[in-house]
């Protein structure tokens, strides 16, 4: 007796070739579009528990970049610490190798303090703490972009803007399990590290700008979280240090994280 094989047709091999690749494509499509809601549940998750959180205090480490015209990155480093009681007051500092700089807001008055100048410009502007940073950002081009973070909807004011987002998975921050959600926009990309569990606070944020050649970035790491913590009456009082000297908004010079002049470049 003969034996011969019994080989599939052509066009029958063709359709299982289609019905593969769709199957694939359509588990490709399934699990961006998990990561991509996954990820805008996290943030939301982070959002609202910063946002119900009466008071934090925080430590924080920066570092910000800048590219020369040679396209070498330089980075800058600051420390600083902060405390927040919402919804109108706030206390920061941060001390770097060319500045060390305290900023004060008691809901009626804003006062910055340039430490190593020993001067310090005031102004009332009453409101909340999100109207103070975004008065920074527009008359006092302060761009603070940890300050995302501390605004009363930081979902709200980082999702517009997002062209795609991705849930990476999860990384360790300073031995802390941490979601690791990245995000675009048409001008830059930014991750940030939200903590596993019933806390969901972010432990780091980078910002890597894509409109300028090398793409700088700036760092954040937080530490030492505390919420909901008991603030001092006098904690966001303001006294100026022994002759220290009064001075308008505009004239208060050498309080950026990048020294003026010391790299010949284009900052984010």
Known sequence: MRLTA????????????LVVAFVSMTLMVSSFALAQDDATKILKAM???????KSISLTFNSDIE???????????????????????????????????????FDGETIT???????????????????????????QYSLEMPGADLLVSN?????????????????GVIDGVECEHLAFRTQDTDWQIWVEVGDHPIPHKYVITSKATAAAPQYTL???????????GADAFAFQPPADAKKVDFKTLHDIDEVPPGAVNGEKR
């Open 112 to 138: 910055v303090l340039g430490k190593n100048l020993n001067v310090y410009a005031q102004s009332e502007t009453p409101g909340t703490v999100d109207q103070l940073i975004d008065l920074l950002r527009k």
């Open 66 to 104: 800048v590219i020369t015209p040679e396209i070498q990155k330089i980075q800058f480093a600051s420390s600083g610490k902060l405390l927040l009681s919402r919804p109108d007051k706030l206390r920061a500092t941060r001390t770097g190798g060319y500045s060390d700089v305290e900023l004060l």
């Open 6 to 17: 019994s080989w599939p047709k052509a066009s029958t091999v063709s359709q299982c070739a």
């Open 154 to 170: 930081p979902y709200g004011l980082l999702m517009p803007t997002v062209i795609d987002a991705k849930h990476v998975g999860r």
């Open 47 to 53: 959002s609202d528990y910063m946002a119900s959180r």
């Open 221 to 231: 790491l937080i530490k030492d979280w505390k919420t909901d913590i008991e603030i």
